[in-house]
Structures are given as C-alpha cells and as structure tokens.
T-cell receptor, first 111, second 112 residues
Framework: GDSVTQMEGPVTLSEEAFLTINCTYTATGYPSLFWYVQYPGEGLQLLLKATKADDKGSNKGFEATYRKETTSFHLEKGSVQVSDSAVYFCALGQAGTALIFGKGTTLSVSS | EADIYQTPRYLVIGTGKKITLECSQTMGHDKMYWYQQDPGMELHLIHYSYGVNSTEKGDLSSESTVSRIRTEHFPLTLESARPSHTSQYLC???????????FGQGTRLTVV
C-alpha cells in the first residue's frame, strides 16, 4: 500500500540556519503531496502542497518540489526562525481517500 | 481559514466515564476523519466518514465509535474511558475528490 517515510527528529538548528527535512513516498498512481505543520498544543495546518510531478509548493519561505523520479518531496527553508519550531508532517493523498502521514519531524530552533 | 471546530480542547475524566468528543465543520465537506495522535506525535486514522450515515473504521483499532447523522457533525464517543485512551484526538474534513484535509485544533483527553 501507499506509505510516507520522513526523516526522524528531532532536528535542532540555530536561527538563520538552512533547513532540510527529507520525505520519500511509495504510491500507486499520481498522488498529491503535502507538508503540514503542528505548533505546540494545536492541530495541523497545511503548509504547502504539490499536485503533480515537478510542481513546487511554497509558503512562508518553505519550499518543496514533487520529484517523481526519486519519489521525494523534501521540505526546505533558507533561514529558519525561532517561530518555525514545530512538528512537520509529510503526507500523501489519493483522490477521495484519507491522507497518509509520515511519523512527523520535530524542529527546534534556538536564538 | 478552515472552519472546523472541536470541543472540548482539554478534558480530564475518570476511568469508566462515558465521553463524547465533538467535531463540527461549516464548509459543507462530505468527508470527515478522526485521528489519534500518540505521544511520539505519530498520527493514526481511527474513523472516517464519506457522507451522512456512512462510517468506517480506520487503520488503528479503536474502542471508540462515531456517528454521522448530519453533514457538518462527526462526534466520537467512548462508552467507558480508560487510561489507555489518554491521547490527543484530531478531527479533519475534506471536500469531494480533493485530497487536502483541514484540521480542528484537537482535543487532549486525559483519563485518570
């Protein structure tokens, strides 16, 4: 079945450092790919998405490119802030079915 | 901004009590979901519904039950709470053939 694998955390960075969180997937067909973010004590918020190969999703300085050849959707940000500290989830969606999530990666940014 | 609401946000309850976690959405979405989030933050799908009077169990076995009598409402019930039910419960909804889901803020349940 479909699945998502993302790098284990926690990831600890200093402010203004470069961030990469790796995500790879296994799927039949042509899924959509997502990154969600969960701040402490909150639900999940959609951060960005890509619906087809080579699409780049971007939001709030975060980016991820849908790479079909490597089945990857890595999350990147050029300069992280303390306010980016959160748990990040990579997810895969096929039309009409529930999202499949990775296990989440905790990011901690210190000043 | 997603319009999906969960109540209560926090609940501490004694073993053996019956509880209902509420989830409502005002977006007219036909699909709704319940996820249980473990302390390691991993999400597990426990129930889903693709429309009124349609409910299915998810990937993780759960002692909870759900109902979908109205499109906008998807409550989750535990008939007899136990400490093993202590967790964060997240409700979500999505529209038709679209894949992205919108989440509520969650209910953190503690059973003592």
């Amino acid at each position: 079945g479909d699945s998502v694998t993302q790098m284990e955390g926690p990831v600890t960075l200093s402010e203004e450092a470069f961030l990469t969180i790796n995500c790879t997937y296994t799927a039949t067909g042509y899924p959509s790919l997502f990154w969600y973010v969960q701040y402490p004590g909150e639900g999940l918020q959609l951060l960005l998405k890509a619906t087809k190969a080579d699409d780049k999703g971007s939001n709030k300085g975060f980016e991820a490119t849908y790479r079909k050849e490597t089945t990857s959707f890595h999350l990147e940000k050029g300069s992280v802030q303390v306010s980016d500290s959160a748990v990040y989830f990579c997810a895969l969606g096929q039309a009409g079915t529930a999202l499949i999530f990775g296990k989440g990666t905790t990011l901690s940014v210190s000043s | 901004e997603a319009d999906i609401y969960q109540t209560p946000r926090y609940l501490v309850i004694g073993t053996g009590k019956k509880i209902t976690l509420e989830c409502s959405q005002t977006m007219g979405h036909d699909k709704m979901y319940w996820y249980q989030q473990d302390p390691g933050m991993e999400l597990h799908l426990i129930h889903y519904s693709y429309g009124v009077n349609s409910t299915e169990k998810g990937d993780l076995s759960s002692e909870s039950t759900v109902s979908r009598i109205r499109t906008e409402h998807f409550p989750l019930t535990l008939e007899s709470a136990r400490p093993s039910h202590t967790s964060q419960y997240l409700c979500a909804s999505s529209e038709g053939g679209r894949t992205e889901a919108f989440f509520g803020q969650g209910t953190r349940l503690t059973v003592v």
